[in-house]
Nanobody
Framework: VQLVESGGGLVQTGGSLRLSCAAS????????MGWFRQAPGKEREFVAA????????EYASSVKGRCTSSTDNAKNTVYLQMNNLKPEDTAVYYC????????????????WGQGTQVTVSS
């Protein structure tokens, strides 16, 4: 499974971005797609997760109400719509894939993309 993120960039506080994660080589081992972020000097943290059918989603409390994850199975792409962005959202955002159930723990994910930088200016 190969994952490629895109859509990051520089945005002002209150702005919006939509991140994309294109997945190739999907199998049952990549049914759960997670979004994580890592700011300089900090640990990688959970942002959101979704299954490919879109029936299950989970969000970190820090982004709940501001972020929405969705899937497009025809395009093998997962999205993370981020609204009302804050400077503390600045980080490299990664998508990841795993089998089984949704998890908030990075170590549970088997496949990772290269990341895309999101910078929110104040």
């Amino acid at each position: 499974v190969q994952l490629v993120e895109s859509g990051g960039g520089l945005v002002q506080t209150g702005g919006s971005l939509r991140l994309s994660c294109a997945a190739s080589g999907r199998t049952e081992s990549s049914d759960i797609m997670g979004w994580f972020r890592q700011a300089p000097g900090k640990e990688r943290e959970f942002v959101a997760a979704i299954n490919w059918s879109g029936t299950f989603t989970e969000y970190a409390s820090s982004v709940k109400g501001r972020c929405t994850s969705s899937t497009d199975n025809a395009k093998n792409t997962v999205y993370l719509q981020m609204n009302n962005l804050k400077p503390e959202d600045t980080a490299v955002y990664y998508c990841a894939a795993k089998a089984g159930d949704i998890s908030r723990f990075p170590v549970r994910y088997d496949y990772w993309g290269q990341g895309t930088q999101v910078t929110v200016s104040s």
